[in-house]
């Protein structure tokens, strides 16, 4: 499978317990993008990395959320101090950089489910 | 700034029936691009239908095309032949060229009556 894959698919914690969640992109792709998404809503721009660089941040991103790519493959997304709030699905997604409507298909994971009790 | 608005929380079709649903946008780019996308329940998000916005030719895939109203910004999705399948929520998209990040709309739940 050359998809978007994450994990863990469903993520049940308590309040204020920080939580780590992990997006592997398609190989290629350069570009890698974290959403959020509440019941019954859409998907919420969150941040997203070129390579290694996070290159922007949604001001939904409090302090007590950071990501990371660190060698631009694989990144992390860590929730410190979880709120019920907190509760939604993180979706993942990547892309190819570049000019041309190819290259702005993004492509999405399974998501993580955060049920923050 | 993008903003897209989807007015229609729920619509129903019967199967092999043709059914549209509407998405209006706002955006202060230039250049962008606008997707559908589609999210069955408890399923991954899947691209159904792009169309670059300085293209006049309405998109096609299949049973699925849109309707381009650049001027109204407009931008609506309609399914022909409807099948059981195509039971899902239905996302409208924008993305700029200049920026990395899709601003979605409310979302459609697309209910298929056999």
């Known amino acids: 499978d050359t998809g978007v894959s994450q994990d863990p698919r469903h993520k049940i914690t308590k309040r204020g317990q920080n939580v780590t969640f992990r997006c592997d992109p398609i190989?290629?792709?350069?570009?890698l993008y974290w959403y959020r998404q509440t019941l019954g809503q859409g998907p919420e721009f969150l941040t997203y990395?070129?390579?290694?660089?996070?290159?922007?941040k949604s001001r939904l991103l409090s302090d007590r959320f950071s990501a990371e790519r660190p060698k631009g493959s694989f990144s992390t997304l860590e929730i410190q101090r979880t709120e019920q709030g907190d509760s939604a699905m993180y979706l993942c997604a990547s892309s190819l950089s570049g000019t041309g409507i190819g290259y702005n298909e993004q492509f999405f994971g399974p998501g993580t489910r955060l049920t923050v009790l | 700034a993008q903003t897209v608005t989807q007015s229609q929380p729920e619509m129903s079709v019967q199967e092999a029936e043709t059914v549209t649903l509407s998405c209006t946008y706002d955006t202060s780019e230039s250049d962008y691009y606008l997707f559908w996308y589609k999210q069955p329940p408890s399923r991954q998000m899947i691209l159904v239908i792009r169309?670059?916005?300085?293209?006049?030719q309405n998109a096609t895939e299949n049973r699925f095309s849109v309707n381009f109203q650049k001027a109204a910004k407009s931008f609506s999705l309609k399914i022909s032949d409807s099948q059981l399948g195509d039971a899902a929520m239905y996302f409208c998209a924008t993305i700029g060229t200049s920026y990395g990040k899709l601003t979605f709309g409310q979302g459609t739940i697309l209910t298929v009556h056999p």
């Open positions: 169309q670059e916005a300085y293209k006049q």
């Open positions: 990395f070129q390579n290694e660089a996070q290159l922007e």
């Open positions: 190989s290629e792709h350069n570009r």
